[in-house]
C-alpha cells in the first residue's frame, strides 16, 4: 500500500515547516506528501517546496484544493491532513493494518488538541464520529482511491466538503474510526470561546444537512472568526 498525503495550505508561512516536518517518518517509509495552496500571499509554496514531494496550486477552497492533490497523488490510499493537524508517527501503518483487515473503505483518526486543550471537547467529537459516522477534516481523513473516484471526490462547495464527501462514503461502508489520536491545533476554539464555537458549529452542521446554501454557511462562519 502506498499512502498519498494531500495537505491543502493557504498562507501557512508561519506553521507549514512544521506541518511538514512531522510526517517525515511516514515519508521515509515510502508515503509522499503533497501540498496543495490556494494562493497564498506569504510564500507558503516556496517554504513547502523542499519538505514536500509536491507542491501545486489550486482555486482557493478546501474542497478544490483536496481534488487537485488527490488528482496527482500515486497512492492507492489517500490521507486528507489540515496543516495544523498532527498524525501519529504509525499512522501509515494504522491505515494499512485497518484497511487490510476490514471491507471498510475508508476512516478516520480520533482526535484530540494539541497540549491537551478541550478534552471535553475532543471526547464529544470522537463520540459523535462514531455514532453518526461522520469524519471532519480535523480527524485525518482516509480513502482508498478507488473509494474517492467512485464517491466523486469532494463535493466543490464552500464549507463542509468533508460532512459531505462523508456522507457519500457511507453509502459504501461505515468509517473505520481508529482509536489512535490525532493532534489538532486549538487555536480557533480558544481565540472565539468554547461554547461559542460548539454552538456555531452545530448551527451550522445542521444548516446544512437542512439545505442551506454552503456559501452562505461558510460567509456565516468566517464572519465568526472575525
Known amino acids: 500500500m502506498k499512502l498519498s498525503i494531500v495537505m491543502p495550505a493557504l498562507n501557512e508561512a508561519a506553521h507549514i515547516a512544521a506541518a511538514l516536518e512531522a510526517p517525515a517518518p511516514l515519508r521515509r517509509r515510502g508515503a509522499e506528501v503533497i501540498v496543495v495552496d490556494g494562493g497564498s500571499r506569504d510564500g507558503?509554496?516556496?517554504?513547502?517546496?523542499?519538505?514536500?514531494?509536491?507542491?501545486?496550486?489550486?482555486?482557493?477552497?478546501?474542497?478544490?484544493?483536496?481534488?487537485?492533490g488527490?488528482?496527482?497523488?500515486?497512492?492507492?490510499?489517500?490521507?486528507?491532513?489540515?496543516?495544523?493537524?498532527r498524525l501519529p508517527d504509525n499512522a501509515d501503518i494504522l491505515i494499512r493494518d485497518a484497511l487490510?483487515?476490514?471491507?471498510?473503505?475508508?476512516?478516520?483518526?480520533?482526535v484530540r488538541f494539541a497540549g491537551n486543550a478541550l478534552p471535553l471537547v475532543a471526547a464529544a467529537m470522537n463520540l459523535r464520529s462514531r455514532a453518526t459516522g461522520i469524519a471532519t477534516g480535523d480527524q485525518a481523513m482516509f480513502v482508498t482511491r478507488e473509494a474517492f473516484a467512485r464517491a466523486?471526490?469532494?463535493?466543490?462547495?464552500?464549507?463542509?466538503?468533508?460532512v459531505a464527501l462523508s456522507a457519500r462514503l457511507k453509502r459504501l461502508s461505515r468509517p473505520l474510526c481508529l482509536a489512535a489520536r490525532v493532534t489538532a491545533s486549538p487555536r480557533r476554539w480558544q481565540a472565539h470561546g468554547i461554547v461559542r464555537t460548539v454552538l456555531l458549529m452545530w448551527r451550522l452542521r445542521l444548516a446544512f444537512f437542512l439545505g442551506a446554501d454552503p456559501q452562505r454557511l461558510a460567509r456565516a462562519?468566517?464572519?465568526?472568526?472575525d
Open 70 to 85: 488527490a488528482a496527482a497523488a500515486r497512492g492507492d490510499v489517500l490521507l486528507f491532513l489540515h496543516a495544523d493537524t
Open 100 to 110: 487490510a483487515r476490514s471491507p471498510r473503505v475508508w476512516g478516520r483518526f480520533d
Open 221 to 225: 462562519y468566517g464572519h465568526a472568526a
Open 152 to 162: 466523486g471526490g469532494f463535493p466543490d462547495i464552500a464549507l463542509m466538503e468533508d
Open 44 to 68: 507558503t509554496a516556496a517554504l513547502a517546496a523542499p519538505l514536500a514531494d509536491r507542491v501545486l496550486a489550486a482555486p482557493r477552497g478546501r474542497a478544490a484544493q483536496m481534488n487537485v
